[in-house]
Structures are given as structure tokens and as C-alpha cells.
């Protein structure tokens, strides 16, 4: 038999989008050693693609005067439908402000304040002191009460991406790009590392670490239409998920974007409708604020995508090949607005749909967007169930969101956590010893080859990964949307657990060698379907609607049977989840109104 290179480290990190550099930069800073693994070149990962900023408690726009913590804290528990965790979001709030300035030190060219009177679209008229001017400025977002929201244009995943790469090159980190974390290596009890597939030469290697980080992002193309990067298929959290010792989050709290650009589904920011868009229905109607009189287009994002489905439920929506949509008008904005703040949108749009936002209306219909459950860990990132095991950033449930997320809170809790929580890690793996046994090492890496020669050579059956594939991508779309109910929930969990058997029967078309993206996809598509089921099961038995967790058959918020978290296992053998349930710490601010959307309708 043969044997497995084996590369050992402090620190490793599963993931280089912006939380997962920002713990290595922590780690490293406390002279740690630190290997990153990422599918792709650091500076293509999907946090690249955030467009609208990064929320941040400053105060120094004129819109934002007055702003502080504790008005970040209750917007983000409001936003959250009370389903977060309110320590955490204590400590997140707290952190931003200093967050986003270091990210100016590092280089992030954050738009300034400007000295002035301002006239809003919406007729208003402010005007930004010259006692703040050229400090860090904002915009608005929706469900938020100042305007809070740290920008640069409308690229700021794009900047602090780059910003947070180079200062991982300065240190010297180690990155191996091209290269996937197909399984988690452990006792039981300590997570010991990981077995890796290169993507280049199809060779596995196995990673040890005193500390393991999963930092992989969301799980967006589970669903057919997304915003989401192809890249971002939740690997960290199935392989977290099939160690049956750690659990998932929430993972039924999906997130809707109220404007993904139809028929591509590319994202279009919130910052559209925070400068000033508006919403319009086939008509040419701005709708929303009939619904929601006060936020307008700028409710939570749960809130806004149920309205404008109702709306286009109602037959108001535009008709397409590509089914209903509604329009997204920032012409008002003028040329010079949208080509400076709105430029990456105005270059998407003309680019991937061949419109100019400057005289052109957007088709825009809501979108999968982000997942607030993840690998389940505690304040200090510490995953459930294994030592040694952490999660930052999209792929963690460190429960910030709850069952709906502030636009600009997920930019932002990448860094707040990937820098509070890079500081656990150090002082942990400060503390750790590396205890391993080398024959439980090489039998991780065994099992996975066996996987893959399995699947080349057809040993389980001869199924079809790209069909299996698209029909759980359409079962989620039909059945596990904005929009749920009983009947349909149950026939995604019976049809999601026949995928999940015909995905055990996979056999591949091609020859598996070298850079094969079948191969690659065929290893991925258990633990895909593992997290759809999760998604589904966990959808079906809550019995109530909180954030972006709508059901038809259940309309009100439950807080005296479903004030509770949902905690997602899976035990070897089974073809569904383990769930239990674990409190919600309310340690501030107890149930009540959010403000906007059918939150007045509360079980009582």
C-alpha cells in the first residue's frame, strides 16, 4: 500500500476568501506557521464579488450622525428576527469600527466624506460637515436605522480582497492554491487535519494541524439560480457535517436577494436601492411603498424579496423567457452617479446583459443569495464536537444572522471574526501539542482513494452526476424557496433522499485522470445533497416563519416553541439529518417588533 505525503503546519486554513486570510494573518502574527488551501488563486474568491460595503458604527456622514454600537446591535438583532446570538452580536458590533480602519491602514481606499449641502433622490436635502470631511463615509442599507454602511464604490469586496492578499504575501503565508479539502482527519475527539485532492494532478495529500479552519464560504450553487461563484458548493461544511460529530446551524435560514439580475442571476447590490433605486412593477409602479410604507425599498432583505414575489404572484410581474421579473430603476441617478459609485454594476450589466442602467431598465427577480447556517461553533469560532476544529466567515453558523442578515454585515463579520476568532486560534494553538497516530492518517487518505477508484472504474453503479445534480438544483428551486409550505417541503425531503441514494451510485463518463472536473464533481455531490436534505428536513419540521424561514401553512413567528436554534447531524448509514434543537441567548434585547415586514404577526 502506498503512502501519502504528509505536510504539517500550526495553522491550517480551508478557504482564502477575506475570513479565512484575515485568521491567517491573525495566526500568523502570532508567529505561527499557516498553510491556506484554496480551489482557486486567492484574489478570485468569491468575497471579491461583494459589491455594497461593510457595516461599521461610525457615524461620521451626515445621514449616520448619532450612530454608535448599540444602535448596530439592535438593527442587527431586529434584521435577525431575534434568531441570532446576542453576545456574539455584541461583540461583533463593537469590533467593526476597528475592523474597518485597520482595513484603511492596510490600503482599502474607503470613500470619503465630501463637505456639503446633498440633495437625496427622494427630494431630502443633507448636508456633511466640514469637521467630518475626508473621513470614512457611508451609505444606506436596508432594515438599518443610520446610514452605516462603509464603502468603495460599489467594489469593496473587490478592494478589501486585495488589500488582505497582500498583506498575506508580506507575511510569507503559505498559500496551495488549486487544491480541495475533500475530508476532515480525526480521532473522535481532535480534529487532526485534513486529506487534500490537488486539482492539477488529481494526487491526494494529507494537511495536519494543530488547529483546522474551515473557511470555504456558502452554499449558494446548491440551488439553480444564484449569486453565488461556481466555487461555492459548501464543501467545508459537508465535510465538517460527515465527520456525524459536528453539527450545521440554521442551515433552513437561506437568504433571498432581492436583486439578482435575470436571466444570469449576477448579483446587483443593495447599494442601488441605498443611493437611491427604485423597485417598479410591469406597470411602471414603484410598489414597495405600498407595502412597506416607512423602509420602502429598504426593509430587510427577507422582507423586500417575499414583497416583490407577492407582487409578481399578484400578476404584476414582467414576462420573460426566463419566467416573471420585476425592474430595478437607478436612471434618476444620473451618468455621473452610476458610473462612479455604480460602476461595477453598470460595467455587469452591459457587459453580461447588454443594457446601460444609465437609460435602461434592470430585470431583477430574487436570488439565492447566502447562508446564514454553517458549521455550528461557539464565540470563539470553536467548532461543536471536535478540538482543534474552528469556522469563520459564511461557512460558520457563529450565529451573527440568526434567520436573516443585514446587508453589509456579512462583509464586515468576515473580517470582525476572521480577526476576534484568528485570535482564539492563536492562543490555542499557542497551547496545543500535535498528537497523531500515522496509521489513522494513511487510512483517511485510503478511504478517499478508494472513493475515487470507485467512481472511476463504476464499481457502484453507473449514475450521472451532471442529471443528479440538476435535478437537486430544481427540487430546491421549486419546493425550498422564499416561499414554503408543508406538502412542498415533504416532496423535496423524498426527493432529495432518492438523490442522495443515486448519488451513492455514481460512476463516471470520463477517465477521472489529472484535472477532471467530473471526478471532482462526483466526489462533491453526497455531501451536496447531505446539505439540501439538511436545508429541506430542517425547513419541514419548523413549524413557524422567522426571517428568510417563510411558511404559508405557518405565518406567524413562534417564540414560545421555536426561539431555538436548529442543530443538523448526520449519522453514518443515514439518508437524513439528526436535528436537535439549542436555545437562543437573549442577554439584551428581548422578542419584539421588527419594524417592517409581517413581524406585528407573532404567536403568542
Request: glycine share 10%; aromatic share 8%.
Amino acid at each position: 500500500m502506498s503512502s501519502y505525503q504528509i505536510i504539517t503546519t500550526d495553522v491550517l486554513v480551508v478557504g482564502a476568501g477575506l475570513a479565512g486570510e484575515r485568521a491567517a494573518i491573525e495566526a500568523a502574527t502570532h508567529g505561527l506557521d499557516c498553510i491556506i488551501l484554496s480551489l482557486i488563486p486567492p484574489r478570485r474568491s468569491h468575497s471579491t464579488a461583494a459589491q455594497g460595503g461593510m457595516q461599521a458604527a461610525l457615524g461620521n456622514c451626515a445621514m449616520g450622525k448619532g450612530d454608535n454600537p448599540d444602535v448596530h446591535f439592535v438593527d442587527t438583532v431586529k434584521g435577525s428576527d431575534w434568531g441570532c446570538d446576542q453576545d456574539v452580536a455584541r461583540l461583533f458590533v463593537e469590533n467593526a469600527p476597528i475592523a474597518v480602519r485597520q482595513m484603511s491602514h492596510w490600503g482599502v481606499p474607503w470613500n470619503r466624506v465630501v463637505a456639503g449641502k446633498k440633495k437625496l433622490p427622494d427630494g431630502r436635502e443633507i448636508e456633511d460637515t466640514k469637521d467630518k470631511e475626508g473621513l470614512i463615509t457611508a451609505r444606506d442599507f436596508g432594515g438599518t436605522a443610520k446610514w452605516r454602511t462603509c464603502y468603495t464604490s460599489d467594489g469593496t469586496g473587490h478592494t478589501l480582497q486585495y488589500a488582505m492578499d497582500s498583506i498575506v504575501v508580506k507575511l510569507g503565508i503559505t498559500v496551495h492554491d488549486r487544491t480541495e479539502a475533500i475530508a476532515l482527519i480525526h480521532d473522535g475527539t481532535t480534529c487532526l487535519g485534513v486529506v487534500a485532492r490537488c486539482l492539477r494532478t488529481g494526487e491526494l495529500r494529507i494537511y495536519l494541524a494543530k488547529s483546522t479552519v474551515i473557511a470555504t464560504g456558502g452554499y449558494g450553487r446548491l440551488y439553480g439560480a444564484s449569486t453565488n461563484a461556481v466555487i461555492n458548493e459548501g464543501s467545508g461544511m459537508f465535510i465538517a457535517l460527515e465527520t456525524g460529530i459536528v453539527p450545521l446551524g440554521n442551515m433552513e435560514a437561506v437568504q433571498f436577494h432581492p436583486t439578482g439580475m435575470v436571466p444570469v442571476w449576477i448579483l446587483i447590490t443593495e447599494g442601488a436601492r441605498g443611493d437611491g433605486g427604485y423597485l417598479l412593477d410591469k406597470n411602471l409602479h414603484r410598489f414597495m411603498p405600498d407595502y412597506e410604507p416607512v423602509k420602502k425599498e429598504l426593509a430587510s432583505r427577507d422582507v423586500v424579496a417575499r414583497r416583490m414575489m407577492l407582487h409578481i404572484r399578484k400578476g404584476y410581474g414582467v414576462d420573460s423567457p426566463y419566467g416573471p421579473h420585476l425592474w430595478l430603476d437607478i436612471r434618476h441617478l444620473g451618468a455621473k452617479h452610476i458610473n462612479t459609485n455604480l460602476r461595477e454594476i453598470a460595467n455587469i450589466c452591459r457587459n453580461f446583459n447588454g443594457i446601460d442602467p444609465v437609460k435602461d431598465l434592470i430585470p431583477v427577480r430574487p436570488t439565492q443569495h447566502y447562508s446564514m447556517g454553517g458549521v455550528r461553533t461557539n464565540i470563539d469560532g470553536a467548532a461543536y464536537g471536535l478540538k482543534g476544529l474552528f469556522a469563520v466567515g459564511e461557512a460558520a453558523c457563529w450565529d451573527l444572522h440568526g434567520f436573516n442578515r443585514l446587508g453589509g454585515n456579512s462583509l464586515a463579520e468576515t473580517i470582525v471574526s476572521g480577526m476576534v476568532v484568528g485570535k482564539k486560534i492563536a492562543q490555542y494553538t499557542l497551547g496545543a501539542t500535535l498528537d497523531y497516530n500515522y496509521s489513522l492518517l494513511q487510512d483517511f487518505a485510503r478511504q478517499q482513494q478508494e472513493r475515487i477508484n470507485n467512481l472511476i472504474q463504476g464499481k457502484n453503479g453507473r449514475e450521472n452526476v451532471y442529471q443528479i445534480r440538476r435535478e437537486m438544483e430544481q427540487t430546491l428551486m421549486d419546493y425550498v424557496g422564499i416561499f414554503r409550505n408543508g406538502p412542498d417541503l415533504e416532496k423535496a425531503v423524498a426527493k432529495l433522499q432518492d438523490l442522495y441514494h443515486r448519488s451513492l451510485q455514481i460512476g463516471l463518463r470520463s477517465d477521472g485522470r489529472w484535472a477532471n472536473p467530473e471526478l471532482a464533481s462526483a466526489l462533491r455531490m453526497p455531501g451536496m445533497l447531505k446539505l439540501a436534505l439538511c436545508i429541506a428536513y430542517g425547513a419541514l419540521q419548523r413549524t413557524e416563519s422567522r426571517g428568510s424561514h417563510y411558511r404559508e401553512d405557518y405565518p406567524a413567528r413562534d417564540d414560545v416553541n421555536w426561539l431555538k436554534r436548529t442543530l443538523a447531524y448526520w449519522k453514518p448509514g443515514h439518508d437524513l439529518p439528526t436535528l436537535e434543537y439549542e436555545p437562543v441567548k437573549i442577554t439584551e434585547l428581548p422578542p419584539g417588533d421588527r419594524g417592517y415586514g409581517e413581524s406585528t404577526q407573532v404567536k403568542k
